[in-house]
């Protein structure tokens, strides 16, 4: 609201005629963004997710044209949850809760309502590694490879960059960093720049060695700027972004017939593939350079035979 209050005074409107053309539930919205950017310090983009996400429950507050906070109860701070939700993903639930939270947080310093209601909203319900991971099966892995046309240098860059993912776990990040002077071929290794700056090394396999010299010798531009190992097929032959790593491997899975296949469901394939072919959880873990065992702890669910001889005798079941 500030800058545009600004703007219309260096050009000769009156403020007052500004304001008096929002609607209360407007006027209200705009003092609660300018009390997130300049009292909690939120960034203008999440300051606006904030007041698009309770715009709705402000609005259900006018009255006779005029806001009313007299008659807020918590039933309609649990009626607004209810109907935030339905339909939505856990995070954009969890995520209108939040800002719920804050709005109300926000009318209790304003004394806009006498009892601070932020405490009564309800959690989302939504719990970390609920589910199980999504893998691809072996045949999916090799339909995807194929489809990468090794007699040209973008099918040859793909390959490459696949065999990365499938065989060695990176992310699409850690692909698109990979430097040509982090190979190691006389020692066979790869050194991996990942989260936090950590900087590791990986043996390198043959095939995917074998991937990587294709595409150098016979795929990567002349006029290739930098020394990432991939670059985009089109002049500027600029470093590959993380994005460009995940539309090729998009594309490699339209092409296979494949759907819903992303750089990161190549690495949760590889770690279950690797569970399942008995390889312990700390090991997994070190493959894929997690910093805590139990981030690892989810592929323990893919083990199905090793999760049965754990499971108790369902009571009055057959013996």
């Known amino acids: 609201m500030a800058p545009l209050v600004s703007y219309l005074r260096s050009i000769g409107i009156e403020v007052a005629s500004v304001q008096a053309a929002l609607s209360p539930s407007e006027v209200l919205l705009s003092r609660y963004r300018q009390y997130l950017l300049d009292v909690r310090g939120l960034v203008p983009t999440s300051a606006r997710g904030y007041v698009d996400m309770v715009r709705p ?3 259900k507050r006018v009255v006779d044209g005029e806001l009313d906070w007299t008659n807020l109860r918590p039933k309609h701070v649990f009626e607004f949850v209810l109907a935030a939700g339905h339909g939505r993903s856990i995070g954009s639930a969890k995520l209108s809760v939040t800002a719920l939270r804050s709005l109300l947080t926000y009318l209790h310093i304003e004394g806009l309502i006498a009892q601070p209601l932020d405490k009564v909203v309800p959690s989302v319900a939504g719990w970390r590694q609920a589910g199980l991971p999504r893998a691809l099966e072996a045949g999916d892995v090799q339909s995807l490879l194929a489809a990468c046309d090794r007699r040209t240098g973008s099918g040859r860059r793909d390959y490459a960059m696949l065999m990365l993912l499938a065989r060695l776990g990176l992310r699409a990040g850690e692909v698109r960093m990979l430097n040509l002077d982090d190979i190691d071929w006389r020692a066979g290794e790869l050194m991996v720049r990942g989260k936090g ?3 590791e090394r990986l043996p390198l396999p043959a095939d995917v060695g074998q991937a990587l010299a294709a595409y150098l010798q016979r795929g990567r531009p002349d006029t290739a700027q930098g020394r990432t190992v991939f670059v985009r097929t089109r002049a500027p032959h600029r470093a590959l972004s993380s994005a460009g790593v995940t ?3 998009g594309a490699a899975a339209s ?3 494949l759907a819903d296949v992303s750089a990161h469901r ?3 394939t590889l770690a279950t593939q690797m569970v ?7 090991e997994v873990a070190q493959v894929l350079r997690h910093r805590r065992l139990m981030t690892t702890a989810i592929y323990a669910k893919v083990d199905r035979e090793g999760l049965r001889l754990l499971a108790r005798a369902w009571p009055g079941g057959a013996s």
Do not use: D, N, Q, T
Request: glycine share 10%.
């Open 57 to 59: 429950f402000v609005a």
């Open 197 to 199: 700056h950590y900087i």
């Open 247 to 249: 539309e090729a491997v």
């Open 255 to 257: 092409r296979a017939g």
């Open 266 to 268: 190549l690495r949760h």
């Open 276 to 282: 399942c072919a008995g390889v312990s959880l700390p």
